[in-house]
Every structure is written in structure tokens, then in C-alpha cells.
T-cell receptor
Framework: QQQVKQSPQSLIVQKGGISIINCAYE??????FPWYQQFPGKGPALLIA?????SEKKEGRFTISFNKSAKQFSLHIMDSQPGDSATYFC???????????FGAGTTVTVRA | DTGVSQDPRHKITKRGQNVTFRCDPI?????LYWYRQTLGQGPEFLTY????????KSRLLSDRFSAERPKGSFSTLEIQRTEQGDSAMYLC????????????FGSGTRLTVV
């Protein structure tokens, strides 16, 4: 049973556009929400992460928005570039635990 | 140290054979994890080591799977009597003590059971 539900499964965006990926969870014990980026043939790489006491976190062109009451969080990729074409995974961790529960992933294609 | 290293990158084996994968974590990381990723899915937790101690095994890790981390350095994951359902990417990750650094994943071992 997937503890983190991710959508959409895939998206296509034009260069310079905004990519938005959404995740939802049920377990209120989750207290850490990272996003990972994975290129073909590579392992996932940590992109950005947020804790539930913060509603938004921005790092460069990547922003996480967090809605604790709705139990939802999203990744926004601003000014999308062809090099952003990858699969993105949201994840969540229970406080004091060490293992992550991942979403199913979103494949982003940025067209030049 | 350039990151988490996994070997081999690809393995094709016949059903019923045993396979072993190796992971070399970042040297200063005392925590090591194994995850499995099937096509179109996110990684799923298999097992976790802190130094040489295996502290948790997922119910996904059947009796045919065994993992070790002798001396708290590299780790091996062995699958005995492989089945077609074992075909997946096996990912190793490591992290230092303290969570906020997150995981560093290796590039994985792609297993195909024919």
C-alpha cells in the first residue's frame, strides 16, 4: 500500500514553463518530506526537502509548497529547462525513523 | 570519495540461480540502506544497517534475501533461487548520523531474471 500518492504520472512542459507535481499522504506521523530527481540509469538524488512547520521552501528554480491541513505538498519547477527532464519522486518519513516512503514518480519532459 | 558505488551495474541471471550485489557507501557514512525499484514505481525500503548491525528488514525481504555489512564498511545483498519477480533495480544508499543530510543513492544494480 503506497503511503504517498503522487500525480500526475507524467507531464510535458515547454521550455520556460512551470512544472507542478502533487503529492498527498494520510499518515500524520510523517514529519519530513523530500523530493528526489532521477535521471535514466542513475539513482535518485535529493533535490529539496521540507518539514511541516514551514509552508513553503524555495531553492533556486525549485519550490515546495506544503499544506499540512490538507496533507498535501507539491513541487514547482519554475522556468523549466530541458536539463530538468527527469523523473521526480516525492517521499515522506516518520519522525525518528530512517526509512522513506516514496511516491510512484512523475516523468517530466521539457520541450525546447 | 566520489559517492555510493554499486557493482555490478547490470546482472542477467537464469531463474533459480543465486546472485550477489555489492555496495560501497560514502566512507564517513555509518548508515546504509537497500531499496528496490520496479519499473514505473518509487523505491521501496528493503533493509537498513547502522555500522555493521542490521536494524530492520522489510517484509519485502523474503527468506531468499540476505544482506550483510561486515565491519560496517561495504555491504552485500544476496538473492538465492532467483525468481522472475525479483527483476528490479536494487538501490543502495548511505547517510551520516543525523537525518537532515538525507540519503545519497548509488546508481543501482539492474537485475533481470530470465
Amino acid at each position: 500500500q503506497q503511503q504517498v500518492k503522487q500525480s500526475p504520472q507524467s507531464l510535458i512542459v515547454q521550455k520556460g514553463g512551470i512544472s507542478i507535481i502533487n503529492c498527498a499522504y494520510e499518515n500524520t506521523a510523517f514529519d519530513y518530506f523530500p523530493w528526489y530527481q532521477q535521471f535514466p540509469g542513475k539513482g535518485p538524488a535529493l533535490l529539496i526537502a521540507i518539514r511541516p512547520d514551514v509552508s513553503e521552501k524555495k531553492e533556486g528554480r525549485f519550490t515546495i509548497s506544503f499544506n499540512k491541513s490538507a496533507k498535501q505538498f507539491s513541487l514547482h519547477i519554475m522556468d523549466s529547462q530541458p536539463g530538468d527532464s527527469a523523473t521526480y519522486f516525492c517521499a515522506a518519513r516518520i519522525e525518528d525513523d530512517y526509512k522513506l516512503s516514496f511516491g510512484a514518480g512523475t516523468t517530466v519532459t521539457v520541450r525546447a | 570519495d566520489t559517492g555510493v558505488s554499486q557493482d555490478p551495474r547490470h546482472k542477467i541471471t537464469k531463474r533459480g540461480q543465486n546472485v550477489t550485489f555489492r555496495c560501497d557507501p560514502i566512507s564517513e557514512h555509518n548508515r546504509l540502506y537497500w531499496y528496490r525499484q520496479t519499473l514505473g514505481q518509487g523505491p521501496e525500503f528493503l533493509t537498513y544497517f547502522q555500522n555493521e548491525a542490521q536494524l530492520e528488514k522489510s517484509r519485502l525481504l523474503s527468506d531468499r534475501f540476505s544482506a550483510e555489512r561486515p565491519k560496517g564498511s561495504f555491504s552485500t545483498l544476496e538473492i538465492q533461487r532467483t525468481e522472475q519477480g525479483d527483476s528490479a533495480m536494487y538501490l543502495c544508499a548511505s547517510s551520516p548520523q543525523g537525518w537532515d543530510y538525507g540519503y545519497t543513492f548509488g546508481s543501482g544494480t539492474r537485475l533481470t531474471v530470465v
